[in-house]
């Protein structure tokens, strides 16, 4: 089982920047996959970007180029370092992980962008 923690949602301008961090129970080494989704109002929960343990990371297209996912393996935290952020980008962030064929949400933390 992997328990999720994210931290660093807040209330930004637009055009402001937020760091989200998402910190794993175990070692992400072991994660198949870790990614970001997010939920705004009246909405289902979508992709943001998304981290494979081997292979090429993904992005929503309305967030390419201005969110990028990383990773610190000593840490075991994931990032989400989002720039230029726009009203709509408005939601509860959730890190995701899937491990041994089973997805993991964390508790989500909210962005808000005022504009």
């Known amino acids: 089982q992997v328990q999720l923690v994210e931290s660093g949602g807040g209330l930004v301008q637009a055009g402001g920047s937020l760091r989200l961090s998402c910190a794993a129970s175990l070692s992400i080494f072991s994660i198949n996959v870790m990614g970001w989704y997010r939920q705004a109002p009246g909405k289902q929960r979508d992709l943001v970007a998304r981290?494979?343990?081997?292979?090429?990371?993904n992005y929503a297209d309305s967030v390419k180029g201005r969110f990028t996912i990383s990773r610190d393996n000593a840490k075991n935290t994931v990032y989400l370092q989002m720039n230029s952020l726009q009203p709509e980008d408005t939601a509860v962030y959730y890190c995701?992980?899937?491990?041994?064929?089973?997805?993991?949400w964390g508790q989500g933390t909210q962005v808000t962008v005022s504009s």
């Open positions: 981290m494979p343990r081997s292979g090429s990371t």
């Open positions: 995701n992980a899937i491990y041994r064929g089973n997805d993991y």
